[in-house]
């Protein structure tokens, strides 16, 4: 009778220890078949939910460096209609004009070097022939789109083809700054609300995995406070069954 209780308070001690150690009540099948593989189901969501949300970063990536780069595009903007305005002086010398000139060409190539700066993780929106990026949105397949933005050939293009030789060309070229300033801000918009979805999804994936946790922890985390007491215990029950033995 001795032995079989002292086998029985070791058994239950090295249960004991191992929820301790772990922090888990459920640590295998063999502690709870039914509630194990609930928990592995949890778990393989919760790794699900994990996969979408570095899905979601990369996305988020892409649109704040495009983000980045038309801010950029549209800054300079504001400095190349400063320039033109100077261009539409009647009372430039031909010196002065081919100045502003050469400066209004150095400010147009800049806007193609902002643009061809602007990629992420291999990902160029903001170039001629780049695509929308769809980002994985939930563990369904879902996704959202990050729709490009061509900022090559709607800001850079129409400008790149413009010059303030003389008066006549500089208000041309107001015309077209103008026109691509509104196209600029428009992309700005999209954009920003492109990363904005991307934002708000993440947020909500990030409480719904609160959320699974804590359903998991309901399941399969021990009281530690319960089991440290019951360990103590038990270590007293078996020097109590070893004596008695």
């Given amino acids: 009778v001795a032995l079989r209780n002292l086998n029985a308070t070791n ?8 929820k301790v150690s772990t922090g888990l009540k459920v640590i295998g099948a063999k502690d ?15 790794k699900g939910i994990g996969a979408v949300k570095q899905g979601l970063s990369n996305g988020q990536g892409v649109a704040t460096v495009a983000i980045s780069g038309t801010t950029e595009v549209s800054n300079l903007l504001a400095d190349i209609k400063k320039k033109i305005i100077e261009g ?3 009372a430039n010398t031909s010196e002065q004009q081919v100045i502003l000139n050469a400066d209004f060409v150095g400010l147009i190539g800049q806007i193609l070097t902002f643009v061809q700066n602007a990629e992420f993780n291999g990902r160029n929106i903001l170039e001629s022939g780049g ?11 879902g996704s959202l789109t990050l ?3 061509d900022m090559e050939g709607t800001a850079f293009s ?3 083809a413009q010059n ?16 691509v300033i509104a196209t600029v801000n428009t992309a700005l918009g999209q954009l920003g609300a492109d990363n904005r979805a991307l934002t708000f999804q993440d947020s909500f994936l990030t409480a719904i995995s609160d959320a699974t946790e804590e359903g998991l922890g309901a399941i399969v985390d021990a009281d530690l406070a319960k089991e440290s007491a019951r360990l103590q215990a038990l270590q007293v029950k078996q020097q109590l069954s070893v004596q008695t033995l």
């Fill in 147 to 149: 729709r490009a933005q």
């Fill in 131 to 141: 695509s929308n990026v769809n980002v994985i949105a939930d563990t369904n397949g």
């Fill in 32 to 46: 709870d078949a039914s509630s194990f593989a609930i928990a592995q189901g949890i778990r393989a969501e919760l």
């Fill in 11 to 18: 058994l239950a001690l090295g249960q004991t220890q191992d």
């Fill in 158 to 160: 129409p400008l790149n």
């Fill in 164 to 179: 303030l030789a003389n008066t006549s060309a500089a208000s041309a070229s107001l015309t077209v700054v103008n026109s």
């Fill in 88 to 90: 539409l002086n009647p």
